[in-house]
Structures are given as structure tokens and as C-alpha cells.
């Protein structure tokens, strides 16, 4: 019998995997994030959406330090950021005030995150094509992530505000609707991914991110409706500063 031929076998660092065990454990985040939304843990199925987030930020950066970016790195990124931040979200929100109405609010949970998807495969492809020229300090459209957290603010402020009435859920539901727009529109958004700072002013930053985990930590959703406020300020004036410069 004619010998084989043996694709020769090479070693891979163990460090170079730490970029995909990074993205297998947001996966692992998102989806226990779903668990604790069916079972009315909110706080903590909120948590696990802002620990995929951060393991999200983290991935891409750690594979690009350590040189060990890989097709299948890129496409489980993907994959994780449409459980984490397009399906997680929209399933906990269900779970919480759309359950009332359950064949339209079924509805705003797909329409969302099918727009996600939409969202995360444009996203892809632009990334790798080289025919568009973009303006690398503004998304077109509203990032997953930050969709991820928006479509949660009408939850946000009913446990901030308990003594309100309910917000309905048909206002919900078109709510989640128009988040999952904004996700595929081409509004610009400010992209924080090029953002520098001064050196002596580093530590400033470092605290500030530190009072913000804690204050995360602490006023939980007090610090989310908040930021939710200024990203949609933020979203406002993007789309006025990128008007003027149009018209210049």
C-alpha cells in the first residue's frame, strides 16, 4: 500500500489562543445573560451584557498584540457579538416587558435583531473592502454594542423610577424597533476606537474608568441611564457636526 501524505503538523503557542478563549467566554456571558433574564434576575443578566462588552473590546486588541489574528478568530467575533449583543438583549427585554404582548413583541425581538445581523454584516464587509472611503472617528449607524445597551433603557429607568407607572409595552416594542433601525442606518456615530489622549492626562482617564466601574457596581441603573442619555446626545450632535462639514 502506497504511503500517505501527512499534512506536516506545527505547533501553535498556547498564548495565541487567548484571544478566542476571550470570545468563548463573552459567548458563555451572553448566554448565561439569557438564563438569568427568564428567571427575573435582571441586575445580573445585565452584568453579563457589560462583561461581553469589555471581553468584546478586549479580543480583537489582545489577537493584534500578540500577532494571532485568524480568519476563524474574526468570524467567532462575529458570531459572538450577534448572540451578545444582538439576541442576549433583545430575548432579556422580552422576558421582562414584552411577554403581554407576545406575538407583536415577538416581532419588535426579531425586527431588532435581524437589524443587528444587518448591522454586524455590513459592518464586515466594509472592514474589508477598500472602495469606500469612511471618516475613521464615526460608525455608520449605532454600533451593536451600544444598541445592545439603548434597546434596554425603557428597563433601565423602570427599576430606577419603581414609582412610575410601567412604561406600556407597545412602546416598548416600537422602541426596540426603531434601536434596530438606528443599527443599520447611516447616521453617524462617534467612534471611540482612535480616540487619544495627552500622556499627562492619562491618569485622569484611568480614574475616571475606575469611578465608572465603580459607580456601575454601585447605581447600576442610574449609571446606565445616564450614559444612555449622553450616547444619544452624542448620536445628536455627531449628526450636526457631520452636517456642517458636509456643507463646508
Not at 22 to 39: K, P, S, Y
Not at 62 to 86: C, H, M, P, T, V
Not at 158 to 176: G, K, R
Amino acid at each position: 500500500m502506497a504511503d500517505r501524505s501527512h499534512t506536516p503538523k506545527t505547533d501553535v503557542p498556547i498564548v495565541h489562543l487567548l484571544p478566542n478563549l476571550l470570545t468563548f467566554a463573552a459567548i458563555c456571558a451572553g448566554l448565561t445573560a439569557i438564563r438569568f433574564g427568564f428567571e427575573g434576575d435582571f441586575e445580573r443578566a445585565v452584568y453579563l451584557i457589560l462583561l461581553a462588552c469589555v471581553l468584546d473590546g478586549f479580543d480583537g486588541r489582545l489577537a493584534r498584540l500578540l500577532k494571532a489574528q485568524s480568519k476563524i478568530g474574526a468570524e467567532l467575533d462575529s458570531l459572538a457579538d450577534f448572540l451578545n449583543f444582538g439576541v442576549a438583549p433583545a430575548l432579556i427585554l422580552y422576558a421582562w416587558g414584552l411577554q403581554e404582548m407576545s406575538r407583536a413583541g415577538w416581532i419588535a425581538v426579531l425586527a431588532y435583531a435581524m437589524c443587528c445581523v444587518l448591522r454586524l454584516a455590513r459592518f464586515n464587509v466594509s472592514s474589508k473592502s477598500d472602495d469606500e472611503e469612511t471618516d475613521p472617528s464615526y460608525f455608520v449607524g449605532v454600533p451593536s454594542p451600544a444598541g445592545a445597551f439603548l434597546v434596554m433603557l425603557p428597563m433601565f429607568i423602570s427599576f430606577l423610577f419603581p414609582e412610575i407607572p410601567q412604561i406600556p409595552p407597545l412602546v416598548v416594542a416600537l422602541f426596540t424597533v426603531l434601536v434596530g433601525l438606528l443599527m443599520i442606518s447611516h447616521i453617524p456615530t462617534y467612534s471611540f476606537k482612535n480616540m487619544a489622549i495627552m500622556r499627562d492626562q492619562a491618569k485622569f482617564f484611568v480614574l475616571g474608568a475606575v469611578l465608572l466601574a465603580a459607580a456601575l457596581l454601585t447605581y447600576l441603573w442610574a449609571t446606565l441611564v445616564l450614559l444612555n442619555i449622553v450616547y444619544i446626545v452624542g448620536i445628536v450632535w455627531a449628526l450636526r457636526r457631520s452636517g456642517r462639514t458636509k456643507a463646508k
